[in-house]
């Protein structure tokens, strides 16, 4: 089998994402493509989605995984499981203010936390309050 012929009929197919490990290299646009990804599943509140890692993102973004894990780590200066978790806690706020009818467990399931307790954990680290205590504040 000639497998440098092989290549080359689909070579085009094939795309790898520019290695941007050395800070120095790094441009506003180096991850112009991942933000636009981002902010359109950002606004669709697909990080309320449970089970959510950094492996099924890339693959939705159609990118590899350290190549994600780099972009978190330099631009938004943090790392993915605490950049989602940000984000989770800042919806559970919302709903904790704006509906007082639901539970807090439900907030949890509603804001992608696969239990209450690291949901509790998580909202504490966060914001320095317990949800209940936080819900009560903001009354």
Same mark, same amino acid.
């Given at each position: 089998?000639?497998?440098?012929?092989? +290549?080359?009929? %689909? =070579?085009?197919?094939?795309?790898?994402?520019?290695?941007?490990?050395?800070?120095?290299?790094?441009?506003?646009?180096? +991850?112009?493509? %991942? =933000?636009?990804?981002?902010?359109?599943?950002i606004t669709d509140k697909q990080f309320t989605e449970p089970g959510i890692t950094l492996d099924l993102l890339s693959r939705q973004f159609y990118t590899n995984r350290k190549y994600l894990s780099n972009y978190f780590n330099t631009v938004e200066k943090k790392t993915f499981r605490d950049w989602i978790n940000e984000l989770r806690i800042q919806e559970a706020q919302t709903l904790l203010?704006?509906?007082?009818?639901?539970?807090?467990?439900?907030?949890?399931?509603?804001?992608?936390?696969?239990?209450q307790s690291n949901f509790g954990r998580q909202f504490l680290k966060q914001t320095g309050f317990t949800p209940k205590a936080w819900r009560k504040r903001a009354e």
């Open positions: 089998m000639n497998y440098a012929s092989q +290549f080359s009929a %689909i =070579e085009t197919a094939v795309t790898v994402e520019p290695e941007v490990t050395d800070k120095e290299n790094i441009t506003p646009d180096s +991850f112009k493509h %991942i =933000e636009e990804y981002l902010k359109a599943w203010k704006e509906h007082p009818e639901m539970t807090v467990s439900e907030i949890a399931h509603c804001t992608g936390f696969s239990t």
